[in-house]
């Protein structure tokens, strides 16, 4: 799960983070008060009005303007902003649409430096990683300069090392060019500290500061926030549906986890119905393998009802990429008759108009491929999961 940079931020400021001052906001005239009451209250009169989007990469795409001019200029960039299309290198061509706007006080930058925390899954542990080169796309910096690029593994039953977090500050090069290069380092080291204890306890899956800035006065502010959160911790964090901006999240994503469902839509146009994410997996790859896309990873899991694999097939056909469907079940715990009978309710009450191939195998399976057969329906049997994935690839190209 994603969420706004202001949200991150509230949250750093929660962990004792130093942000800059700032105000969300959702229209022009909310944009043009908190940039009258920034200036009011920093005395400094430049403001930042940022577009807020799940995605990085917006300053570049335009979604993030300085405002020298007063509140009036901030309103008029407001206007401008809110409501138009912002094209990023992780939006995609289609871009994503602005609703909201995050006005904040401007400052004296003096570097600008890169701050990230993932999991490392090959280490098992958090991995903190540092850059001088802030503001840049991280991506770019390890496929270009690796060596610019400082980690650290956090140690899960210690946390962050003091010296680890010492290492990092002096491998910046923190002090030099400061004013007061012990404050300067003692903040970095503050603030890598904190983030660390903030990445386990909120049970992030991703923490960046894109950049952390060093001010000319040697203060050291996170000047961007980017949280990710670990759906799986979800059950321990119930303020998280707060925070969640349902405009920004797949609409067909957000019905499949209402209903219980695992779905993450994909570019390709071959709908895939499957029971267990490793079978799923398996089954975008064959499709691959065989010369088609899949449009989709959707794993009903080992006991669907009826009902939930109409949903899922309706959910597909949603899709208007999607030019055929495979289904492929292995019934352990899933009864093959129950995937026939959602698949045979869902294709009569949609009109299915594009080819679709099913391979049954397992818990009740002869049962299934009768409702199948009987069903006067267009339904294609495949014997095995390889002819399935042949026989629905043919037909998409055929059609």
Not at 78 to 102: D, F, I, N, S, W
Not at 265 to 275: E, H, K, P, Q, T
Not at 346 to 355: D, F, H, M, S
Request: contains cysteine; hydrophobic residues 40%.
């Amino acid at each position: 799960m994603k969420i706004h940079e202001y949200q991150g931020k509230q949250i750093f400021a929660r962990y004792g983070i130093p942000i800059p001052k700032g105000y969300p906001c959702l229209s022009a005239e909310e944009a043009g008060s908190a940039a009258a009451r920034l200036i009011e209250e920093t005395k400094v009169p430049v403001v930042v009005v940022k577009a807020q989007i799940h995605a990085g990469g917006r300053g570049k795409g335009g979604g993030v303007k300085v405002v020298k001019g007063g509140a009036e200029e901030a309103k008029a960039v407001a206007v401008k902003l809110l409501g138009m299309q912002l094209v990023t290198h992780q939006t995609g061509p289609e871009g994503q649409k602005v609703r909201r706007l995050y006005v904040e006080q401007g400052l004296d930058i003096a570097r600008e430096l890169y701050l990230g925390l993932v999991v490392d899954r090959e280490k098992r542990r958090i991995a903190v990683m540092a850059s001088t080169e802030g503001g840049v796309e991280i991506e770019k910096v390890a496929a270009e300069t690796p060596e610019k690029i400082l980690t650290e593994h956090v140690d899960p039953a210690v946390g962050l090392a003091g010296y680890q977090a010492r290492k990092l500050a002096f491998g910046l090069r923190l002090g030099e060019g400061s004013p007061d290069p012990k404050l300067t380092v003692s903040e970095f080291v503050s603030i890598v500290t904190k983030l660390a204890t903030l990445f386990e306890k909120e049970d992030c899956s991703l923490c960046e500061v894109n950049p952390l800035i060093v001010t000319k006065q040697g203060k050291v502010v996170a000047l961007d926030a980017k949280l990710n959160f670990d759906d799986n911790a979800s059950g321990r964090h119930k303020d998280w549906n707060e925070l969640m901006d349902r405009d920004e999240e797949d609409p067909v994503e957000l019905e499949a986890k209402e209903a219980g469902l695992s779905y993450v839509s994909l570019d390709g146009d071959i709908g895939c119905l499957v029971n267990g994410a490793g079978l799923a997996m398996a089954t975008m790859d064959i499709i691959k393998h065989h010369g088609g896309t899949p449009a989709n990873f959707l794993d009903v899991g080992g006991g669907a009802t009826k009902e939930q694999v109409t949903k899922a097939f309706k959910m597909i056909l949603t899709s208007p990429k999607v030019k055929g469907i495979f289904v492929n079940i292995f019934g352990g715990i899933m009864r093959c008759d129950v995937i026939a009978e959602g698949v045979v309710a869902a294709t009569r009450e949609l009109g299915l108009k594009v080819p679709l191939v099913v391979r049954l195998e397992g818990t009740n399976v002869e049962e299934g491929k009768r409702i199948l057969a009987t069903s006067g329906l267009r339904i294609e049997a495949a014997d095995g999961m390889g002819d399935g994935a042949k026989r629905i690839v043919a037909a998409v190209r055929a059609a």
